[in-house]
């Protein structure tokens, strides 16, 4: 067995702490430890976007950052947008402009326009078309993803539905 | 005074999907997910070799590694091969034909366990000889890859109507033409996967990503020894299928067939670069076309021979003729058709179903060969396929009646809302002058079933449908969700009849164990055959309702009407009754008790194919037009594709946000078969197994693009609708090649137009025009 190591870390808000095998992912520890399957192993070598989660305010790949980098951080994943306030506006926007198919991509995609629009609220469709360049969907085209985005910016600004 | 309830549609809303809100947060497990109580993991350990004989497999090493449960070879498995010609056995006992070959599979405790133990597997082999290409499998002398067919070809179609010699006598000009189509794979964001759980007496749960659980039943049983009633299929939430998951692949069995001997769950999952090499392809296809026509454009004959780089073994690309059958014969007027196709076994990987099915291919040939000859012609792309349109009530050469379509509509809208005649003269002018960047427009269209394809004795779909004493209502399909929105549109029908609310509506679907039976998603079948069954059943239930309550109330039944939970007047909307509250006096009557719980099974009025490939086959078809305006660096070759204008007829829209996403998402997908995907196979071998090489459309890359669709209203359809997936993945590819040719002048008859072969092909142009000058 691996050596595994102690971790410590904010997790969606709340102290957590694990024993994590050192040379485990990020995204395997939050699936298999911490039981949060909204991030997805897709092509396990940050090329698709489905893994991204936030860390201390950056969207990371998952898969690719050692779980062991965990610690100290302040994590946010798919799971920890949803809270007593209901959906994240990003969420929301997800599920009202039809921007979910299949749905395995959505976790990531919501993750990275969050972290898009927590750094330019005021983000045009052509930055946010970078912001999920790496994220790949091969259901929707990106076309509502993009809607969805544009309509979660314009909420978190205050300028309720679009 | 009872409050007034006007009259609610949720058909042709924006309605939300109703897994979305789990979905976005998280909250669904999906197949890739799922774990079950003592689960093993299972992992195959496939061929090195594109062909050879296996002299010997020795697993002893890897049955003796600690966590190592089980270790399967052929050896200890029944010898049943699946596939559509029943020609692949899932464990390979003496022979590798593909790369992709299952040779032994190990089950263990843990995924890591597995990869170390598919290490310890000994194999040897001794090479045969090989061959890749069709023509040369052809030959005489070439290496037999299964023996019961030495000629090496798997399957062969033939379709004769009319006298094309004749019409070709009678033709002022013939265009002939060659297209070879690609390899492309269907990259699923969720990597191939199943979970099998065998119970004391046998019985087999498998949970599967498959299109087509109630036929899948029959077509594995066999392979594991089990009777296909003791067989359950749950399909839990999938990443992405797109025809991929219409056939059983070796991995299925192998799963069982470990869980049968270790008696505990067994999971098998696949790596991405094992999802590249050992899912099936979109199916290559190398046409020739010849092709005739009057002096004033209209069509006299098609004569197409095919040749299908069949791979290895034989799943369902090796059917795709059928579907590009009728393209060549009923896309356009044409008279007198000739079509031959043969799959020819190789040594490659070999291919399935994919999203448009064998029409894909066969539009991207048949829409470039019709810009060929509207030039030759002398008339613009329009009217040329203006004046060979089908029109409402035509009946095909191959039976298809063709009642309620608009391809004159698709092409005009089109055309006009994209100013195409006009740019498109100026874009060919523009070939000549100085600069870069060049511009072209062009169009291309399709036809596709719509209203299901009777390729089995049935293409129907069952429904159970009740009510509880709360007026919620929960419809059990025989259909499956497998993300493109059916539990949508199921909801959105029955909510109409019923007079309820989306969010009163539960869909259960995707268990054999609970669903009637349905064929299967493919087909673009499922919100017509599905939706048609639900509608029906709903009906039903409404009737006993409206029964009730006109008794109740002594009226006629045809003066009430269901809204928003109510019993209503028909004409004024008054309310006269909540629902529920008639449901639980219907339930509570003693001996008269009534609940409300119907069933349906709708059998639409299509036809086999007879021997001749001649029959109605689909209750209803329709067409797409697509417009791509490009623009090209002729230096670099990279193509941009600013916009689309895409033009449907799809019946009447259900879910106005469901069939947008279908249409943007299956452009995004025709994109990238046009420009960037390739599947690189070279002597049987994959070459680029990753998304890093095999590249799929990102968000810049995707253009604008504006929708337009055609209200046609399907008498057949519920609530006026057609199917509508297909199309846009079917038409895109060819439009943008047209365009290609509008900018430059070039002609990229191959897929995909990657940026160094349009490049090549733009300064060979320049070559051969440079020498040609005095």
Redesign the interface.
């Known amino acids: 067995m691996s050596l595994e190591v102690e971790i410590a870390f904010t997790l969606n808000g709340r102290a957590v702490s694990a024993a994590v095998p050192a040379t485990a992912s990020a995204l395997t520890v939050l ?1 298999e430890r911490f039981d ?10 940050g ?2 976007g ?1 893994c991204t989660i936030i860390v201390d305010g950056l969207s990371r790949n998952s898969c690719l950052m050692p779980a062991v980098d965990l610690a100290g951080r302040t994590v946010r ?3 920890g ?2 809270g007593e306030r209901g ?1 994240d506006p990003v ?1 929301q926007a ?14 990531g995609m ?1 993750m990275q326009i969050r972290h898009a629009l927590d750094r330019n609220p005021a983000a045009g469709e ?1 930055e ?3 912001a ?15 809607e969805a985005a544009l309509a979660a910016g314009q909420r978190m600004r205050g300028g309720g539905a679009p | 005074m009872n409050k007034v309830i006007p009259k609610h549609s949720f058909v042709g809303t ?1 309605a ?2 109703l ?3 789990d ?8 197949i ?2 799922l774990v079950l109580p003592r689960m093993l993991y299972a992992k195959i350990r496939r061929s090195e070799r594109v062909h050879a004989r296996i002299l010997r497999v020795d697993t002893a090493k890897a049955k003796a590694l600690p966590g190592v449960v089980a270790v399967i070879t052929a050896a200890d498995t029944p010898e049943i091969a699946i596939g559509v010609l029943k020609d692949n056995p899932p464990l390979k006992r003496d022979r590798v034909r593909t790369i992709r070959d299952e040779i032994a599979a190990v089950a263990a405790e843990s995924e890591a366990i597995c990869d170390e133990a598919l290490r310890l597997i000994e194999v040897e082999y001794e090479d045969l000889p090989t061959v890749f290409d069709c023509t040369e499998a052809l030959q005489p002398g070439a290496p037999v890859i299964h023996a019961n067919r030495p000629d090496n070809i798997a399957m062969a179609h033939q379709f004769d109507h009319g006298d094309v010699a004749a019409a070709e006598a009678a033709s002022d000009f013939v265009v002939e033409g060659a297209y070879n189509v690609h390899y492309v794979t ?6 191939s996967c199943c979970v099998a759980d065998v119970d004391v007496e046998g019985r087999v749960t498998l949970y599967s990503q498959t299109q087509y659980p109630f036929i899948m039943k029959m077509d594995i049983a066999p392979s594991l020894g089990v009777h296909p009633g003791d067989l359950r299929v749950i399909q839990p ?6 025809g991929s998951k219409l056939d059983v692949y070796p991995y299925e069995p192998i799963c069982v067939l470990l869980a049968q001997k270790t008696r505990r769950p067994v999971k098998l999952v696949f ?2 670069e094992e999802e590249f090499v050992a899912s099936p392809t979109r199916q290559p296809v190398e046409f020739r076309i010849r092709a005739g026509m009057k002096r004033d454009g209209t069509l006299t004959f098609r004569d197409v021979d095919t040749l299908l780089n069949n791979g290895g073994y034989t799943s369902w690309g090796a059917t795709t003729p059928f579907v590009t059958m009728r393209t060549i014969s009923s896309h356009y007027r044409v008279p007198h058709v000739r079509y031959r196709a043969r799959a020819i076994y190789t040594n490659n990987p070999y291919a399935g179903s994919f999203r448009g099915y064998g029409n894909v291919q066969a539009t991207w040939a048949v829409e470039t060969h019709m810009d060929k000859m509207a030039e030759v012609a002398g008339l613009d792309p329009i009217a040329f396929r203006l004046k060979n349109a089908n029109e409402p009530g035509d009946v095909t050469p191959q039976g298809a009646r063709l009642a309620n379509i608009d391809l004159k509509g698709c092409l005009r809208i089109a055309a006009e809302k994209s100013d195409f005649l006009r740019k498109w003269a100026a874009y060919r002018a523009g070939r000549a002058a100085p600069g870069r960047i060049k511009r072209g427009i062009g169009i291309a269209a399709s036809l596709h079933n719509a209203g299901g394809a009777k390729i089995h004795k049935s293409d129907g779909c069952g429904t159970i449908l009740k009510l509880d004493d709360y007026a919620r209502a929960t419809v059990i399909t025989g259909g499956s969700e ?4 059916l539990d949508t549109v199921i909801a959105q029908l029955v909510a109409d009849e019923l007079g309820l609310a989306l969010r009163d509506i539960t869909v259960v679907m995707n268990d054999t164990a609970t669903g009637p039976w349905d064929v299967g998603v493919h087909a673009s079948r499922s919100t017509y055959i599905a939706g048609n069954s639900a509608r029906r059943a709903a009906r039903k239930a409404r009737a006993m309702i409206l029964d009730e309550a006109a008794k109740q109330a002594n009226v006629g039944v045809a003066q009430l009407d269901l809204r928003a939970g109510f019993v209503v007047q028909a004409d004024n909307g008054v309310a006269i009754v909540a629902i529920d509250k008639l449901l639980r006096q219907m339930h509570f009557a003693g001996e008269d008790a009534k609940l409300v719980m119907v069933t349906d099974y709708y059998e639409p009025p299509s036809e086999n194919e007879d021997k001749n490939h001649v029959g109605d086959m689909s209750a209803a078809y329709s067409h797409a037009a697509h417009v791509a305006e490009i623009a090209v660096d002729t230096r670099t070759g990279e193509i941009k594709v600013e916009t689309i204008w895409s033009v449907q007829d799809v019946g009447r829209i259900v ?1 106005r ?2 069939i ?2 279908q249409i ?6 025709g994109l990238g078969y046009a420009l960037s995907e390739e599947l690189v196979i070279e002597r049987g071998r994959v070459r680029n197994p ?3 090489d095999y590249h ?5 890359e ?1 253009p604008k ?1 504006d929708m337009t669709f055609l209200e046609t209203g399907d008498a057949e359809g519920p609530a006026g609708a057609k199917g509508i997936a297909e199309l846009p993945t079917i038409v895109i590819a060819p439009a943008v090649g047209n365009a290609l040719y509008n900018a430059t002048g070039v002609r990229i008859d191959h897929p995909p137009l990657a940026a160094e072969k349009v490049a090549r092909a733009i300064w060979e142009r320049a070559q051969r025009s440079t020498r040609a000058a005095p």
């Open positions: 699936r949060l399957a909204g991030a997805k192993l897709v092509c396990g070598e090329e698709c489905a994943t798919v799971e947008l949803w959906l969420q997800f599920v009202d402009t039809g921007a979910v198919q299949c749905g395995y991509c959505t976790a919501v052509a946010l078309r970078r999920i360049e790496g994220n790949v969907c091969r259901c929707t085209g990106y076309a509502k993803v993009i | 924006r939300v999907k897994d979305a809100p979905k976005a947060t998280g909250r669904t497990r999906y890739n997910d269907h990259c699923n964001l969720g990597v939430p999938v990443g992405g299928a797109f790596s991405r497998i993300g493109q929105g879910n946000n469901g947008e996403g943007e998402g299956g452009i995004a997908m990753s998304f890093r799929v459309m990102t968000a810049p995707m693009i």
